[in-house]
């Protein structure tokens, strides 16, 4: 995974690739503390504005593959159950010690979620209470049973954790709820 990029930063790079995506990065957040957020990059027809409450799902595990520690992070905007879903992987025990996203979510409340359309504007700015805590929680006492990997490492792990499931709708059924 990339360092840490500003917002901006982290639009202009989603910018590059295809609409659809989405990304992690990190966030001083009332000017106390960081936290992870997520910005999702897409047609504007997908990120219609919500109601009040937002229909936000998140979907998460913990996999060793070949004792690297992937963490996909799958997010699902909409009440519909074919709503789009976008797939982000956070590297637990980055060898540059990439892990404060985890470290992050152990401890936040809430999690932020930055929509922003094809034409790279800000569309609407999500909070929902953080479902991730748990896992990154767990994930984080385990961190001492595994070596730091690096980023070629990770990779490697994560494409064959796609392996297993063949695409994202196949990995967020696999998820499962939770």
Same mark, same amino acid.
């Given at each position: ?25 990190? %966030? @001083? ?5 960081? =936290?992870?957020?997520? *910005? /999702?990059?897409?047609?504007?027809? $997908? &990120? ?8 936000? %799902? @998140? ?5 060793? =593959?070949?004792?690297? *520690? /992937?963490?996909?992070?799958?997010? $699902? &905007? ?101």
């Amino acid at each position: 995974m990339t360092p840490d990029l500003s917002i901006a930063d982290t639009v202009s790079f989603l910018r590059r690739g295809p609409l659809g995506n989405a990304r992690c990065t990190r %966030e @001083f957040v009332d000017s106390s503390q960081w =936290e992870t957020v997520w *910005v /999702v990059y897409d047609e504007s027809r $997908r &990120l219609t504005p919500m109601s009040s409450v937002p229909a936000v %799902e @998140f979907r998460a595990g913990a996999f060793d =593959e070949g004792g690297v *520690v /992937v963490v996909p992070v799958l997010l $699902r &905007l909409g009440l519909e159950a074919r709503g789009p879903i976008y797939d982000t992987y956070i590297h637990a025990y980055d060898i540059e010690g990439g892990n404060l996203y985890l470290q992050d979510l152990a401890r936040q409340e809430a999690i932020r979620m930055h929509l922003y359309d094809e034409q790279a504007r800000l569309r609407d700015t999500l909070t929902v209470a953080n479902s991730l805590r748990t896992l990154a929680q767990r994930v984080l006492e385990r961190q001492y049973a595994y070596q730091p990997s690096t980023p070629a490492a990770f990779e490697y792990a994560r494409d064959k954790l796609y392996d297993a499931h063949v695409d994202v709708q196949g990995l967020w059924q696999a998820l499962g709820r939770g």
